[in-house]
T-cell receptor, first 113, second 106 residues
């Protein structure tokens, strides 16, 4: 199984809603990543978890809250988002981080109304 | 100046043509990724290189560490190759190029 899955595929939410994005991999990877990608732009790194601990937070606003409950799961909790947060949210994983090959999920396309 | 520059930004070619996409970078790296992103979002890692050349099917990637340059070649291009190709360099963090939008006409 060389797949990273993400749910939901699409999400529409209001600015007062609370929602969560989910990412899952069963490759035994110990590093997991959240990226945000706006249209026609490259992905921007948001968070990195290494061995279930948050290792990198790229100054992401607190309305985005990551969680890594176990080595296979990565969540991104969303609260009080702004319309400019509408984007494609990509999850990726690597065996141990560093320069290992990144395996990307299909992304969740988020629209904030 | 961007740390990772890709060229061209957009490329339209006829089916069967040989395609070259270039990536130049200005930082020290330990590896370079070529990624493919189809409309709809999913990203596929094509190659990870730290030296030399790699080939997979019709795709070839090369890197020259001294010149800080990498190329991605597609032989016998096909409409299904139409996608955005992204170069990403890695050292202590990953830095993405802006991507090359490739459109192969049947």
């Amino acid at each position: 199984d060389t797949e990273v899955t993400q749910t939901p595929k699409h999400l529409v939410m209001g600015m007062t809603n609370k929602k969560s994005l989910k990412c899952e991999q069963h490759m035994g990877h110990r590093a997991m990543y959240w990226y945000k990608q706006k249209a026609k732009k490259p992905p921007e790194l948001m968070f990195v978890y290494s061995y279930e601990k948050l290792s990198i937070n790229e100054s992401v606003p607190s309305r985005f809250s990551p969680e890594c409950p176990n080595s296979s799961l990565l969540n991104l909790h969303l609260h009080a988002l702004q319309p400019e947060d509408s984007a494609l949210y990509l999850c990726a994983s690597t065996l141990a981080g560093g320069t290992d090959t990144q395996y990307f999920g299909p992304g969740t396309r988020l629209t904030v109304l | 100046k961007n740390e990772v520059e890709q060229s061209p930004q957009n490329l339209t070619a006829q089916e069967g043509e040989f395609i070259t996409i270039n990536c130049s970078y200005s930082v020290g790296i330990s590896a370079l990724h070529w990624l493919q992103q189809h409309p709809g979002g999913g990203i596929v890692s094509l190659f990870m290189l730290s030296s030399g050349k790699k080939k997979h099917g019709r795709l070839i990637a090369t890197i020259n560490i001294q010149e800080k340059h990498s190329s991605l070649h597609i032989t016998a291009s096909h409409p299904r190759d139409s996608a955005v190709y992204i170069c990403a360099v890695m050292d202590d963090k990953i830095i993405f190029g802006k991507g090359t939008r490739l459109h192969i006409l049947p």
